[in-house]
């Protein structure tokens, strides 16, 4: 696309713009080539404007081709040891015509592709990196993680790594442990206990963990809100939706009347969730709201009885009642 003065031109067209010449011939009839992008003179064939940077690619793509020609790879990540930035020998044994190779060549590439994996991790902190990001990967596959999250968690790695926090440590232990940190700061639902299942690492171990990245790296983690396990528990109870918007808004009530300070966001949830069940009327037990929320029967019994206690509500709340004083 040209312009000229306040004249907008594009496609093949026979254009004459008023007040616009030829600069060799003073000719006002000119020509727009599509292809090469210029302006051209029908009397004398100048080119009167032309397009300086061509900003697309070099070559053609028609219909039905099936290879891409695209030459940029995937962006920097940081799920990788070395952020994708480096270029590596793939396995395929091929050339750049897609001719077998074979014989002497073949014996040389695999000796390249050999040294060139042992060059490219040649220290201790490389290599650490290397297995923790493989371990990572592997819990974000089995947790279901979003890629952000796992980004995150690397980071968080990459500074306990630099800072010295993993040494004298299991590996395996610190990235869980960053994982949770990423989850926190996502608000994303998922507890110790969980990551302690898909890590096979004790909770009590992933806890000491992660208080001592909090404290040695100074984070701010935000506080978890009970809401979010509420949906969590929910869904793996199958409870009905009655159940869950009673049960987010006793949350809230306590939530405003300062009864969840301290207390465990996965407990509230639970009792909580146990509490509209009375409310609604639903048949179901202590029993199978602890399965779902993954805790004993104990726990929901105490936070229930709190609960209600504090709260003292004997039928379903409405949203008048969140918004009166107390």
């Not at 952020?83 to 044994?93: F, V």
């Not at 592709?113 to 596959?141: F, P, V």
């Not at 000491?208 to 949906?231: G, Q, S």
């Not at 709190?306 to 009166?324: C, G, K, Q, Y």
Request: proline share 3%.
């Amino acid at each position: 696309m040209f312009s000229a003065g306040k004249f907008q031109l594009s496609g093949n067209l026979r254009v004459s713009i008023t007040g616009f010449r030829c600069e060799e011939c003073r000719g006002t009839e000119f020509v727009l080539d599509q292809i090469g992008e210029e302006l051209v003179c029908v009397g004398c064939g100048h080119v009167v404007l032309k397009q300086n940077i061509e900003e697309g690619p070099e070559w053609r793509s028609f219909e039905g081709e099936q290879t891409s020609r695209v030459r940029v790879g995937m962006p920097p990540t940081l799920l990788m040891q070395d952020k994708g930035l480096s270029t590596i020998i793939g396995a395929e044994n091929e050339d750049s015509t897609g001719r077998r190779i074979v014989g002497k060549a073949k014996r040389d590439l695999n000796r390249l592709r050999k040294w060139q994996h042992r060059i490219s991790i040649y220290n201790s902190i490389e290599r650490n990196l290397s297995y923790a990001l493989s371990e990572l990967n592997k819990q974000g596959e089995k947790l279901d993680i979003p890629f952000s999250v796992l980004e995150r968690a690397s980071y968080i790695y990459r500074m306990a790594l630099e800072r010295g926090l993993v040494r004298g440590r299991a590996i395996n232990s610190i990235v869980s442990a960053a994982l949770y940190v990423a989850l926190r700061y996502d608000g994303i639902p998922r507890t110790l206990r969980e990551l302690s299942v898909t890590s096979g690492i004790e909770k009590k171990e992933l806890a000491r963990c992660y208080r001592m990245l909090v404290r040695e790296l100074r984070l701010k983690m935000p506080v978890v809100d009970p809401i979010k396990h509420v949906r969590k528990i929910c869904i793996k109870g199958t409870l009905g939706k009655r159940v869950t918007l009673e049960a987010e808004k006793l949350v809230r009530l306590a939530q405003k009347r300062k009864l969840v300070a301290g207390k465990d966001p996965v407990g509230v949830a639970a009792a909580a969730i146990y509490y509209a069940c009375v409310l609604m009327g639903a048949k179901n037990t202590q029993r199978d709201v602890a399965i779902a929320a993954d805790m004993t029967e104990v726990t929901v019994r105490n936070r229930y009885k709190s609960l209600s206690d504090h709260l003292r509500v004997e039928r379903p709340l409405s949203v008048e009642a969140l918004r009166a004083p107390d």
